[in-house]
């Protein structure tokens, strides 16, 4: 994919990859990713920032190439991760005069996920600035947004803000780096949000003030387009990472014999009776649904009120399915106000104490479980229908519901 002009003497020079289903062996990307980096050329020097993932160094060092740059002055690298980094290495075989501008714990981290010789490395802090004449990039730290060293660029003539993760979605486009702000951008922007900042909000709320604060005219992430209207990524974000919740309860389940199933059946219809919207993950209809349908479940965490684990037992605990599940949302850190948990056995079980310890970081009201031997009987079938009652009745009640 050929170079953009994007502004005055800005280009973004790196590569898409719409061809990648999942990122860090964890997330789904059905819209594939970019590796967005931004060539800023100055009167008197001129400065790179990020590079791409190693696998598509030779698009991004084509690119630069076809600039018409002859040299470089700075590789800005925003973030350690080795799809914003792992292509230092080409660009300085390409131009072995440049160096590599770094925070003191990207510095740390390059050194040693790189070996980057630190004599070619420039130290920069919160604050500083970079002229490159007629050209002047701003440094603005942003730790655990999701690294430790994460850090933002603002390019002050052209109001600017290179945001490296924050603010970024996987989406790829043909037309590669320029936004739309469709509602399917707005969605892949909400699911990067779920699986990369969402265990950090605290850190991210306070991220978006001091975005508020610099104004941008637009924002580049390191991921996906280029926000042209910052106040749709802006709002998304602190509607996200904001305390309020909607009045929705996800239900992530296996049900190998379909006891479990009747269960989740069962449930939904009467939470929906109760004015709630539901939404039912069902992890082991397909080979692939383990990744997908959990994916969508970490997104539903973001808005949802309330998670109600169900599942069958298999060797005296959950399946693992649910557990990995369980597992996942417990590193996302999620707001939901409840936790809830049914499920069926044959003989015995203990998925009560197992989802209990791998769900220890979800710091929400438990809900007593329903657990069935068997095919549920309509006695069971009751005890669902009061924990619909119950739960509809806490949700409704919580101050600051969002629609």
């Known amino acids: 994919m050929p170079f953009l002009t994007i502004g005055d003497h800005l280009f973004e020079v790196g590569a898409i990859h719409p061809d990648r289903v999942l990122f860090d062996c964890?997330?789904?990307?059905?819209?594939?990713?970019?590796y967005n980096a931004y060539l800023v050329v100055g009167k008197e020097k001129t400065a790179l920032i990020d590079t791409v993932d190693p696998e598509k160094?030779?698009?991004?060092?084509?690119n630069l190439s076809d600039t018409g740059i002859t040299k470089l002055d700075y590789i800005i690298c925003l973030h350690t991760e080795q799809d914003h980094s792992g292509s230092i290495e080409a660009v300085l075989r390409r131009f072995p005069e440049a160096v590599v501008v770094a925070n003191a714990k990207v510095k740390e981290m390059a050194m040693t996920h790189l070996h980057l010789p630190e004599e070619?490395?420039?130290q920069i802090a919160e604050g500083d600035k970079l002229e490159l004449g007629g050209k002047t990039l701003q440094f603005h730290m942003i730790p655990f947004?999701?690294?430790?060293?994460?850090t933002m660029a603002h390019l002050i003539e052209d109001n600017i803000l290179f945001s490296s993760d924050l603010f970024g979605s996987h989406y790829s486009t043909p037309n590669k780096a320029f936004s739309t702000s469709s509602s399917d951008q707005v969605r892949a922007?909400?699911?990067y949000y779920a699986e990369?900042?969402?265990?950090?909000r605290t850190h991210v709320?306070?991220?978006v003030a001091k975005t508020r604060q610099i104004a941008p005219r637009q924002i580049a992430p390191s991921h996906g387009p280029i926000w042209f209207d910052p106040e749709v990524i802006l709002s998304g974000y602190e509607r996200w990472a904001g305390d309020s919740v909607k009045r929705l309860v996800t239900i992530p389940y296996i049900s190998m014999h379909d006891s479990t199933r009747v269960m989740v059946d069962r449930l939904a219809v009467k939470l929906a009776?109760?004015?709630l919207s539901v939404v039912c993950r069902n992890l082991g209809e397909s080979t692939e649904s383990l990744s997908v349908e959990t994916g969508h479940f970490i997104t539903d965490l973001v808005d949802a009120a309330a998670v109600v684990f169900a599942s069958s037992t298999v060797l005296g605990g959950p399946h693992p399915g649910v557990a990995y599940a369980a597992l996942v949302a417990n590193a996302m850190r999620p707001k939901v106000k409840y936790v809830g948990l049914i499920g069926s056995f044959g003989w015995g079980t203990q998925i009560t104490n197992v989802l209990q310890s791998l769900t220890g970081n979800i710091k929400a009201e438990r809900l007593d479980p329903i657990l069935v031997k068997g095919l549920p009987k309509e006695e069971d079938l009751k005890q669902l229908d009061q924990l619909a009652k119950d739960l509809g009745e806490k949700i409704k009640a919580l101050p600051n519901l969002v629609r």
Not at 26 to 34: E, S
């Open 205 to 207: 709320q306070k991220y």
């Open 189 to 191: 922007a909400k699911h």
């Open 196 to 200: 990369i900042m969402m265990p950090y």
């Open 57 to 62: 160094a030779h698009v991004l060092m084509s």
């Open 26 to 34: 964890l997330m789904p990307t059905p819209h594939g990713t970019t």
């Open 273 to 275: 009776e109760q004015g």
């Open 145 to 150: 947004a999701h690294w430790p060293d994460n």
């Open 120 to 122: 070619k490395i420039l």
